[in-house]
């Protein structure tokens, strides 16, 4: 893959740490138990020392919190638990001051039906937003328009008594979807868009972009082969599985969408775009389609690497590759963890090695891939999936949806832990609206502050050699010819200006050997993972990585 034709721009090869606000600091405004803006503030300066470029900051809107903030009520208001709208102008000059880029979750595939859009389109049938949202009658028998299903279970489509229509949507029922196929919607979007770039966010992370527009004519979905289902959106109880979904998503008017929003943020210099890519089956594809050239999204990320089977050498490469063979100029982001999948450090565990220097590994691995890189909170800590063992403990509806065979995203969503003797580990003197898990305390940040080879400052290590070597921060990805994806060990090399470094992972639980491509290799000061290099062999231990330059 080469994507150095943006290296000027500072997303390109950079490191985004996302913040979930709700469990990241409670500073007590309102004294709920809540993280809020003024947290994030006073945090900043560690986002800063562990070396991001950029902070994403998950919604916090004015919302009913149905969805805990991804379903917005109202796109220019701060709901009143996280702060102010003045509170987020500190948190952006703060943020700004230090030398950080400030991306906000643009939620727009769909709204709350507490919005006034909603309010409006629901009222009748010949109002001026009727056609906002995705509205159709029923079949003859009353059923529902097709068979589209909801992500969160059950039917896409709700009965609203006052219009005497379904309408669609594809996550809660309480989140209406937009009318993508409407160019008032589209303007209003850009509005809304305009709003924040005009107060100074360098960016945005655009929630289910490939979500945006439906099938006119609502054709049927058709089945999905049951070897082909995947557990990488939605859980395996989930009928959602069931079907391939060509018709209710990723629909060709949406390029021309994306744009027309391209063309706004172009008029704001350094802004960029990241796009989620909501499919298992064809998520490469999109990417590449959604980030082909210089008109579209800067970025995109899929749920390739979010998914629960564990990484392996010839799924690294089968990824990697893959999406450098559909298109060699897109601009890729990735992933391990974010808010809606289990914890990393549960979810790809392997046996053979102590969870620390798995959390170590799979941070090098990441930070050597080209595009650029999402963190997610606590992640740099090696926190494990929260565990919860009854179902009243649960806040997270899809998880209540699908008890106990799937328990949803607040594993994943527990509070930061800031100190590990303080109560809630220092996040909230007050009850947090999630639990800390206990386990998670001995892994708190002052904790690891004081451990020189703790997983936060092995974090902080790989993110400077990122940014200290061009190579491995813009260059090309090629991989090994060795690394044909059926031995153990993956290697490839990053090219910039003439300079390669050569980077070489062992992803599995027994030491292995790879044998060095010819020419001269001279190992980088990089974190020492005891690999070591005799004549052209190296010899790996579990979960381990390996960097050089190589001369040919």
Same mark, same amino acid.
């Given at each position: 893959?080469?994507?150095?034709?943006?290296?000027?721009?500072?997303?390109?090869?950079?490191?985004?740490?996302?913040?979930?606000?709700?469990?990241?600091?409670?500073?007590?405004?309102?004294?709920?138990?809540?993280?809020?803006?003024?947290?994030?503030?006073?945090?900043?300066?560690?986002?800063?020392?562990?070396?991001?470029?950029?902070?994403?900051?998950?919604?916090?809107?004015?919302?009913?919190?149905?969805?805990?903030?991804?379903?917005?009520?109202?796109?220019?208001?701060?709901?009143?638990?996280?702060?102010?709208?003045?509170?987020?102008?500190?948190?952006?000059?703060?943020?700004?001051?230090?030398?950080?880029?400030?991306?906000?979750?643009?939620?727009?595939?769909?709204?709350?039906?507490?919005?006034?859009?909603?309010?409006?389109?629901?009222?009748?049938?010949?109002?001026?937003?009727?056609?906002?949202?995705?509205?159709?009658?029923?079949?003859?028998?009353?059923?529902?328009?097709?068979?589209?299903?909801?992500?969160?279970?059950?039917?896409?489509?709700?009965?609203?008594?006052?219009?005497?229509?379904?309408?669609?949507?594809?996550? #809660?029922?309480? /989140?209406?979807?937009?009318?993508?196929?409407?160019? +008032? =919607?589209? !303007? *209003? $979007?850009?509005?809304?868009?305009?709003?924040?770039?005009?107060?100074?966010?360098?960016?945005?992370?655009?929630?289910?972009?490939?979500?945006?527009?439906?099938?006119?004519?609502?054709?049927?979905?058709?089945?999905?082969?049951?070897?082909?289902?995947?557990?990488?959106?939605?859980?395996?109880?989930?009928?959602?599985?069931?079907?391939?979904?060509?018709?209710?998503?990723?629909?060709?008017?949406?390029?021309?969408?994306?744009?027309?929003?391209?063309? #706004?943020?172009? /008029?704001?210099?350094?802004?960029?775009?990241?796009? +989620? =890519?909501? !499919? *298992? $089956?064809?998520?490469?594809?999109?990417?590449?389609?959604?980030?082909?050239?210089?008109?579209?999204?800067?970025?995109?990320?899929?749920?390739?690497?979010?998914?629960?089977?564990?990484?392996?050498?010839?799924?690294?490469?089968?990824?990697?590759?893959?999406?450098?063979?559909?298109?060699?100029?897109?601009?890729?982001?990735?992933?391990?963890?974010?808010?809606?999948?289990?914890?990393?450090?549960?979810?790809?565990?392997?046996?053979?090695?102590?969870?620390?220097?798995?959390?170590?590994?799979?941070?090098?691995?990441?930070?050597?891939?080209?595009?650029?890189?999402?963190?997610?909170?606590?992640?740099?800590?090696?926190?494990?999936?929260?565990?919860?063992?009854?179902?009243?403990?649960?806040?997270?509806?899809?998880?209540?949806?699908?008890?106990?065979?799937?328990?949803?995203?607040?594993?994943?969503?527990?509070?930061?832990?800031?100190?590990?003797?303080?109560?809630?580990?220092?996040?909230?003197?007050?009850?947090?609206?999630?639990?800390?898990?206990?386990?998670?305390?001995?892994?708190?940040?002052?904790?690891?502050?004081?451990?020189?080879?703790?997983?936060?400052?092995?974090?902080?290590?790989?993110?400077?050699?990122?940014?200290?070597?061009?190579?491995?921060?813009?260059?090309?990805?090629?991989?090994?010819?060795?690394?044909?994806?059926?031995?153990?060990?993956?290697?490839?090399?990053?090219?910039?200006?003439?300079?390669?470094?050569?980077?070489?992972?062992?992803?599995?639980?027994?030491?292995?050997?790879?044998?060095?491509?010819?020419?001269?290799?001279?190992?980088?000061?990089?974190?020492?993972?005891?690999?070591?290099?005799?004549?052209?062999?190296?010899?790996?231990?579990?979960?381990?990585?390996?960097?050089?330059?190589?001369?040919?």
């Amino acid at each position: 893959m080469n994507n150095q034709k943006l290296n000027h721009q500072w997303w390109n090869g950079g490191v985004i740490y996302q913040v979930y606000p709700r469990s990241f600091l409670d500073t007590g405004a309102g004294n709920n138990g809540t993280g809020d803006l003024n947290g994030i503030t006073a945090r900043l300066e560690y986002i800063a020392a562990l070396g991001a470029d950029a902070v994403w900051i998950s919604p916090f809107f004015q919302s009913p919190m149905k969805d805990f903030g991804y379903d917005v009520s109202d796109y220019r208001a701060v709901h009143p638990m996280f702060g102010t709208m003045d509170d987020f102008k500190r948190l952006l000059a703060a943020a700004h001051d230090l030398g950080l880029k400030v991306m906000i979750d643009l939620v727009v595939s769909h709204t709350s039906d507490r919005h006034p859009w909603f309010a409006e389109s629901r009222a009748d049938k010949n109002n001026p937003k009727a056609d906002w949202y995705v509205w159709a009658d029923a079949k003859p028998d009353g059923a529902p328009p097709n068979n589209w299903l909801s992500v969160f279970g059950g039917t896409a489509w709700k009965w609203d008594g006052r219009r005497c229509q379904y309408y669609m949507h594809n996550f #809660l029922d309480s /989140q209406p979807d937009l009318n993508f196929h409407n160019s +008032e =919607v589209q !303007d *209003a $979007i850009l509005d809304v868009a305009e709003f924040w770039l005009a107060l100074g966010v360098d960016g945005f992370r655009l929630d289910t972009i490939n979500f945006y527009f439906h099938d006119r004519r609502l054709r049927d979905n058709p089945p999905l082969p049951e070897e082909l289902r995947s557990a990488t959106i939605a859980p395996a109880v989930n009928p959602y599985n069931f079907q391939d979904h060509i018709y209710d998503r990723n629909q060709s008017e949406n390029i021309a969408f994306l744009e027309r929003f391209r063309r #706004l943020m172009d /008029q704001y210099p350094e802004r960029a775009a990241l796009g +989620e =890519v909501g !499919d *298992a $089956i064809h998520g490469l594809e999109i990417i590449a389609d959604y980030t082909r050239g210089e008109k579209r999204a800067h970025l995109c990320y899929s749920f390739e690497f979010l998914a629960e089977r564990k990484l392996s050498a010839a799924g690294i490469r089968r990824v990697i590759s893959g999406l450098g063979e559909i298109a060699d100029d897109t601009s890729p982001c990735w992933a391990f963890s974010n808010h809606d999948v289990m914890r990393h450090a549960t979810r790809l565990l392997k046996d053979g090695a102590p969870p620390p220097r798995q959390a170590k590994f799979l941070a090098a691995l990441l930070l050597s891939f080209s595009g650029s890189v999402c963190i997610y909170q606590g992640e740099e800590l090696g926190l494990p999936e929260a565990e919860f063992d009854d179902v009243s403990a649960l806040r997270d509806p899809y998880g209540i949806e699908f008890w106990p065979r799937y328990k949803g995203r607040d594993g994943c969503r527990t509070p930061m832990v800031w100190e590990a003797d303080a109560p809630n580990g220092g996040f909230s003197t007050a009850t947090p609206w999630l639990p800390v898990d206990a386990r998670h305390l001995p892994l708190a940040v002052d904790r690891q502050e004081a451990d020189a080879d703790s997983v936060l400052h092995f974090y902080r290590r790989i993110i400077a050699l990122r940014k200290n070597e061009p190579a491995l921060r813009n260059g090309s990805l090629n991989f090994c010819d060795d690394s044909d994806g059926g031995g153990v060990a993956v290697a490839f090399h990053r090219g910039y200006e003439g300079r390669e470094v050569l980077c070489v992972f062992n992803p599995e639980g027994e030491a292995t050997t790879f044998k060095l491509p010819p020419g001269e290799v001279v190992p980088i000061d990089a974190p020492d993972f005891s690999v070591k290099m005799s004549g052209d062999t190296l010899a790996l231990p579990p979960f381990s990585a390996f960097w050089a330059e190589h001369r040919r």
